[in-house]
């Protein structure tokens, strides 16, 4: 398999840095406009397909001001100019800047397509003070007006690969990046090596490495089975009842703390409890990943598309909001979940019956105490700032990254290689591909077409109140498809303008906050569908890889997709009653 990847991944580098830029103007460039003073931007003069221009507009001190942009063509003799297509109309702000709006004019379908005329931008306002803006122009090939559908099939072939279990997923997710950024270069333009690095979020890497090294060292004290042999104590050998109380816990801090860290916090534990008194690790786990997901939908810092939602919208959101709003509909949803998964194992988990417990807690205690203190400390202090972070607003990342390095110093500051060996570094490096394959796909207008169509379908309703039940409808099941099988970051952060926009529409007339609360709802939940979902699906099928329980895609989408259809559905409904019906949002 090794050969055959390499001589691929070789071609994709020599392609990829061989294909010359096909873009104007690399970087962003700086503009200003008035009434009195309009600014033309003059077009390359090669073939092209289409164009696309992006703008970054500056805050303006006007009210009901626009920024007017218009492609124009010369006839042959440069006497006159005739505009192309439709203007782009953006009403500018004077609270915050507008960012990434981007408009792509056809010139295929304008019969323009090779033809020999000059082509310019012409920017114009109303404003009597100067507007400023970056803009970047693009201009696309003939193969590059069917970007998106090239995006698609990207997107399912290395689902295919990863489904199929054609090779291992990191291998699948780190060549869809390279062929993706080939394709992206080919039809676009060449992303820097310095672009392509922030595409991959490091958040989620940081937070990712600093818990890894944290619970590696955690799990050289014997704590975790310890923990197991009083967990199933206390449940007196009742699998069901054993699950029911692990599965609240996780979904209790999932909402406060982040889900991925509230895994590695878990699975491990459950991991040594099954293999302790013989239980099936993979459905127990595979549940507390389930309600992780479902816990950290109801706060702000609970799961990455809440935080980007709270962010971008923090005028509109506090929050006290997301519990307020989201967590009804997440508790209507948990005993229909429960009544699946009782459903889904009824021959998996049998109750067992251990007759001497004593002789396991003696077997099993912790085997240095000196260094289980250290971890506890670093651990409880590292945890009581991820419950503090809306007050000192410190990233994840940084906490767990100091936590790690405190430890690694306080407990073996000579011999670290013990430790790194724990670090799951083929999880760390799928997630870096995929974020890399997933924002090369967004480039591609993969994303923007997806929130073209939902607002597309969402203008065409006639009724105001049938048009908020399709909005809340339309985004909620659409972000929970497109979050089970594309990263929910991206996708959250190029809807939320889409739903700000729709907002501000005052023919369609529809609540922000109600669109706030169905992308969260759907952007959250959805991570339960596939593996790939959510970071914590990921974190925990690497921690039974790495024990040798094997999850396909397959086995997780088989218990995950139904999972994700009930509690969207329960959320669904609730957002119907309440949003539409009550009009309380």
Not at 114 to 131: A, E
Not at 186 to 196: G, M, Q, W
Not at 248 to 266: E, H, P, W, Y
Not at 519 to 542: D, E, K, M, P, R
Request: glycine share 6%; net charge negative.
């Amino acid at each position: 398999m090794l050969r055959s990847i390499f001589p691929l991944l070789l071609l994709s580098l020599c392609i990829f840095t061989r294909v010359e830029s096909s873009g104007e103007d690399g970087d962003l460039n700086i503009r200003a406009v008035s009434q009195a003073s309009p600014f033309l931007l003059a077009l390359q003069d090669t073939p092209r397909a289409a164009v696309e221009l992006q703008l970054k507009v500056q805050k303006a001190d006007c009210y009901k001001c626009f920024l007017i942009v218009e492609l124009q063509e010369s006839d042959p003799l440069q006497t006159d100019w005739v505009t192309v297509g439709d203007s782009w109309l953006l009403q500018l702000s004077n609270e915050e800047p507008l960012t990434d709006q981007l408009e792509e004019w056809d010139l295929v379908e304008e019969k323009l397509y090779d033809k020999k005329t000059k082509l310019h931008f012409l920017f114009t306002t109303n404003s009597t003070t100067p507007v400023a803006f970056d803009y970047h122009v693009t201009q696309l090939g003939i193969v590059g007006r069917w970007q998106v559908v090239i995006a698609g099939v990207l997107l399912i072939t290395v689902y295919i690969l990863i489904v199929f279990e054609l090779m291992h997923r990191t291998t699948a997710a780190l060549i869809g990046a390279a062929v993706t950024l080939v394709v992206l270069t080919i039809l676009r333009e060449r992303p820097s090596i310095a672009t392509v690095v922030t595409w991959i979020d490091e958040g989620t890497i940081g937070l990712l490495l600093g818990m890894m090294i944290i619970i590696g060292i955690f799990s050289t004290t014997g704590f975790f089975e310890w923990g197991a042999i009083k967990c199933f104590k206390a449940t007196k050998g009742k699998v069901w009842r054993l699950l029911i109380v692990l599965c609240s816990l996780t979904g209790i801090l999932s909402a406060f703390l982040d889900n991925v860290t509230t895994i590695m916090l878990v699975a491990p534990v459950t991991l040594r409890l099954a293999r302790v008194v013989d239980l099936p690790p993979i459905p127990i786990i595979l549940s507390e990943v389930f309600f992780s997901n479902i816990g950290g939908t109801a706060t702000l810092i609970g799961d990455p598309p809440n935080i980007i939602i709270g962010s971008m919208l923090s005028k509109y959101i506090q929050f006290i909001d997301f519990i307020i709003y989201l967590a009804p509909g997440l508790i209507i949803g948990v005993i229909p979940v429960f009544l699946f998964l009782r459903f889904a194992y009824r021959n998996q988990l049998q109750d067992k019956i251990v007759e001497d417990i004593g002789e396991l807690e003696a077997q099993y205690r912790i085997t240095n105490t000196r260094l289980f203190m250290k971890v506890l400390l670093v651990l409880a202090i590292t945890i009581i700032f991820f419950f503090l972070e809306p007050l000192t607003h410190i990233e994840p990342a940084w906490i767990s990254m100091t936590g790690a390095a405190i430890l690694l110093m306080i407990s073996s500051p000579h011999e670290i290689e013990q430790f790194l060996e724990k670090v799951e570094w083929s999880t760390l490096l799928f997630f870096s591909g995929l974020f890399i394959f997933i924002e090369a796909l967004k480039e591609m207008g993969l994303i923007r077409f997806i929130g073209d169509v939902c607002t597309s379908i969402i203008g065409s309703v006639k009724t105001e109140e049938e048009r908020l039940i399709v909005a809340v409808v339309l985004i909620m099941w659409v972000s929970a498809f497109a979050s089970a099988f594309i990263d929910n970051i991206p996708y959250t952060a190029t809807m939320v303008p889409v739903i700000v926009l729709l907002s501000e529409d005052p023919e369609l007339n529809l609540p922000l906050r109600a669109l706030a609360w169905s992308l969260a709802f759907g952007a959250c939940l959805g991570g339960n569908g596939t593996l790939i979902g959510a970071s914590a699906n990921v974190v925990a099928v690497g921690i039974m890889d790495r024990a040798n329980y094997k999850v396909s895609f397959l086995t997780f989408m088989k218990y995950g997709m139904p999972v994700m259809i009930i509690t969207v559905a329960f959320a669904c409904a609730y957002a119907i009653l309440r949003f539409v019906k009550f009009k309380d949002y």
